[in-house]
């Protein structure tokens, strides 16, 4: 209740503390989502979050995938080795679950559960960080499998209309795309390769003048959040940065842009956006500000120190930070990062999905050591088209 009352005051945010002490809070907190499965069924996942409704969740396929690079990194900026037996751990846990024809199950994965594409292809980012970083052969045999899986459920036009959520195409599945790109480079299969720009380019068509993406939302007819606005643009980003190709990194750039130049001065941008970038929300989507964070992080680094995104990326980490749960009493929201702000929006409402935890850890870390999340495979194996 008292997070509720916080939110409620005006000005109520919390302090701001160095990167590394929240970063060390958010992994603090995602390891403590992780050990609350042990002893259930889907141990060794973590989490989808906590939930003022339902307390604990259980273990989340799609997100527990992708904290694998998140585990990764932060073992190496913190010093943590520990964290690298976790991310094994995760790893170990997802390849249980994969299905026969190579996809993985939708949802918590309970009976009855579809596999999802963008679902899969998030588990392969995970997959892939176990291939490169941790040395696991079989990490790459499973991402191949689901590459597979994936391109037997694409339409011609590169879109996914089938094993989708809610039944409509989403662009954000540009970030399953980038997850294939990145397995068809490092396993030199054409096939997958094409596949992951057939879907690139039907991206591309959802793009207005302004840069803003259309069919983008979980449901048809509706604004897209922050949160799905910036996987679409970071599908796109990183499969321009390794196809090395100016179209795409132009169209990332165009919509990045415009979300840099909507940012308010305290670092605030709107959970939900329309065409032509207006606002259609009045709270912070914080998993989606963290993410579009990122997304300009990832330009900076492309186009050198002292760009037009510096500012923004500042000012968008002080608001994190200062919604940022830090009480070190490990109670279910030290170190959780709620859906929205305040915490009653709509995205995530009531809840600390843990996906926001794993982009703002993401989102300092890069900002402290200038490195992507996930990392550039080793001597850049995935940056040679095999097409």
């Given at each position: 209740m008292h997070l509720i009352l916080s939110d409620l005051r005006s000005g109520s945010r919390g302090p701001e503390h160095a990167h590394e002490v929240h970063l060390r809070a958010a992994i603090d907190w995602l390891c403590r989502a992780q050990d609350v499965r042990d002893g259930c069924p889907d141990a060794g996942g973590v989490s989808a979050g906590w939930s003022f409704e339902d307390g604990w969740l259980p273990s989340y396929p799609e997100t527990?995938?992708?904290?694998?690079?998140?585990?990764?990194?932060?073992?190496?900026?913190?010093?943590?080795?520990?964290?690298?037996?976790?991310?094994?751990?995760?790893?170990?846990?997802?390849?249980?679950?994969?299905?026969?024809?190579?996809?993985?199950?939708?949802?918590?994965?309970?009976?009855?559960?579809?596999?999802?594409?963008?679902?899969?292809?998030?588990?392969?980012?995970?997959?892939?960080?176990?291939?490169?970083?941790?040395?696991?052969?079989?990490?790459?045999?499973?991402?191949?499998?689901?590459?597979?899986?994936?391109?037997?459920?694409?339409?011609?036009?590169?879109?996914?209309?089938?094993?989708?959520?809610?039944?409509?195409?989403?662009?954000?599945?540009?970030?399953?795309?980038?997850?294939?790109?990145?397995?068809?480079?490092?396993?030199?299969?054409?096939?997958?390769?094409?596949?992951?720009?057939?879907?690139?380019?039907?991206?591309?068509?959802?793009?207005?003048?302004?840069?803003?993406?259309?069919?983008?939302?979980?449901?048809?007819?509706?604004?897209?959040?922050?949160?799905?606005?910036?996987?679409?643009?970071?599908?796109?980003?990183?499969?321009?940065?390794?196809?090395?190709?100016?179209?795409?990194?132009?169209?990332?750039?165009?919509?990045?842009?415009?979300?840099?130049?909507?940012?308010?001065?305290?670092g605030w941008l709107a959970g939900a956006y329309g065409d032509d970038w207006v606002p259609k929300a009045s709270y912070c989507c914080l998993t989606g500000l963290a993410q579009v964070a990122i997304v300009w992080e990832r330009l900076v680094s492309e186009k050198g120190r002292g760009s037009e995104y510096e500012v923004p990326i500042q000012r968008a980490l002080s608001y994190l930070k200062r919604c940022h749960h830090i009480d070190g009493k490990a109670r279910p929201h030290d170190g959780a990062v709620a859906g929205s702000a305040p915490i009653w929006g709509a995205y995530s409402r009531f809840e600390f999905p843990n996906w926001a935890a794993k982009f703002l850890a993401d989102a300092l870390m890069m900002s402290m050591v200038e490195r992507s999340i996930p990392a550039p495979p080793p001597l850049a194996a995935e940056m040679r088209s095999v097409v």
């Amino acid at each position: 209740m008292h997070l509720i009352l916080s939110d409620l005051r005006s000005g109520s945010r919390g302090p701001e503390h160095a990167h590394e002490v929240h970063l060390r809070a958010a992994i603090d907190w995602l390891c403590r989502a992780q050990d609350v499965r042990d002893g259930c069924p889907d141990a060794g996942g973590v989490s989808a979050g906590w939930s003022f409704e339902d307390g604990w969740l259980p273990s989340y396929p799609e997100t527990s995938g992708y904290i694998v690079e998140t585990f990764i990194a932060a073992s190496r900026v913190l010093d943590r080795p520990d964290l690298l037996a976790r991310a094994h751990r995760i790893l170990d846990w997802e390849l249980s679950i994969q299905a026969p024809d190579g996809a993985f199950p939708g949802h918590f994965g309970e009976p009855g559960s579809r596999p999802v594409v963008f679902n899969t292809g998030q588990i392969m980012h995970g997959l892939m960080a176990g291939y490169h970083e941790l040395a696991r052969p079989e990490c790459l045999d499973s991402a191949v499998r689901a590459g597979w899986w994936l391109l037997g459920h694409q339409d011609p036009d590169g879109c996914w209309r089938r094993h989708v959520h809610n039944g409509v195409p989403h662009t954000y599945n540009s970030r399953a795309a980038w997850a294939l790109l990145r397995v068809a480079l490092a396993a030199r299969e054409p096939s997958l390769e094409q596949a992951a720009r057939r879907n690139i380019d039907w991206a591309l068509t959802q793009q207005t003048p302004c840069g803003w993406f259309d069919s983008n939302a979980f449901t048809r007819g509706q604004p897209p959040f922050t949160h799905t606005i910036a996987y679409a643009i970071r599908g796109i980003l990183e499969s321009g940065i390794l196809l090395r190709s100016e179209e795409l990194l132009a169209a990332a750039e165009k919509a990045a842009l415009a979300l840099a130049r909507k940012q308010r001065q305290d670092g605030w941008l709107a959970g939900a956006y329309g065409d032509d970038w207006v606002p259609k929300a009045s709270y912070c989507c914080l998993t989606g500000l963290a993410q579009v964070a990122i997304v300009w992080e990832r330009l900076v680094s492309e186009k050198g120190r002292g760009s037009e995104y510096e500012v923004p990326i500042q000012r968008a980490l002080s608001y994190l930070k200062r919604c940022h749960h830090i009480d070190g009493k490990a109670r279910p929201h030290d170190g959780a990062v709620a859906g929205s702000a305040p915490i009653w929006g709509a995205y995530s409402r009531f809840e600390f999905p843990n996906w926001a935890a794993k982009f703002l850890a993401d989102a300092l870390m890069m900002s402290m050591v200038e490195r992507s999340i996930p990392a550039p495979p080793p001597l850049a194996a995935e940056m040679r088209s095999v097409v």
